[in-house]
Every structure is written in C-alpha cells, then in structure tokens.
C-alpha cells in the first residue's frame, strides 16, 4: 500500500537547520511528483517545494527560496528538505505528497496542493 513517511522534524532555535526526509513506497508506476506542503495553526496549507523526479530544477515559494533545498536520494527512495536560516514564521507540520506529473495542470511539478494524490502524516517543525 501506499505510504509517505515523514520524518526529521522537531524544535530548534531561529538561525538553525532542520532535514525533513520523506520515505517513499508503494505509489503506483508513474509517480514522478514530490511536493514538501507546510500547514501553520489557523492558515492553510501552502506548498513549499517541489521536485519532478526525472530531473530538471526545482521549485520553491519565494518565502523559502536560498534557503531550502529539496533533493533526492533514489537509493533509499527518499526525499529530503534541508532547511536553513530558520525563522518563525517556517513553524508549521510539513507534509510531503507524491502525484503524477503529466495529471498536473501544464504537465509540471509544481506545489498545488490539490495536484497531489498521496499525503504523509506529518512531521512538526518549531522555530523559536
């Protein structure tokens, strides 16, 4: 079955550096979209960042751009999201979620939330 684990989360202090992973198994053949999501307490979720696993650049919001980092490790199935220079305003449950690309409006993995098919659990980052 399918299954998105999060995992990396906790609390740290302003400035500092959190690695989230996401464990990836089995998404039907064809998924090729991973999308790092955040939700704060009262907002909606907002995606973070975005990764097309064939290749090519990455996306990110611009509130996080020069200071995360999404890659991949296809040995372990695994997505990562390094985060550093952490402010407050990055506290939040992030999620990751995996969708087809060519489902996707523009055929692009891009961070629409509603795009995405398959969701973790969550893995909570607080920035104090």
């Known amino acids: 079955h399918v299954q998105l684990v999060e995992s990396g989360g906790g609390s740290v202090q302003a400035g500092g550096s959190l690695r989230l992973s996401c464990v990836v198994s089995?998404?039907?053949?064809?998924?090729?979209?991973v999308g790092w999501f955040r939700q704060a307490p009262g907002k909606e979720r907002e995606g973070v960042a975005a990764?097309?696993?064939?290749?090519?650049?990455?996306y990110y919001t611009d509130s996080v751009e020069g200071r995360f980092t999404i890659a991949r490790d296809d040995g372990v199935n695994a997505i990562y999201l390094q985060m550093n220079s952490l402010k407050l305003e990055d506290t939040a449950m992030y999620y990751c979620?995996?969708?087809?690309?060519?489902?996707?409006?523009?055929?692009?993995?891009?961070?629409?939330?509603?795009?995405?098919?398959?969701w973790g659990q969550g893995t909570q980052v607080t920035v104090s």
């Open positions: 979620a995996a969708a087809r690309r060519d489902h996707m409006y523009g055929g692009d993995c891009r961070m629409r939330a509603n795009e995405y098919n398959y």
């Open positions: 089995g998404v039907p053949y064809g998924t090729d979209c």
């Open positions: 990764i097309y696993l064939g290749g090519g650049v990455p």
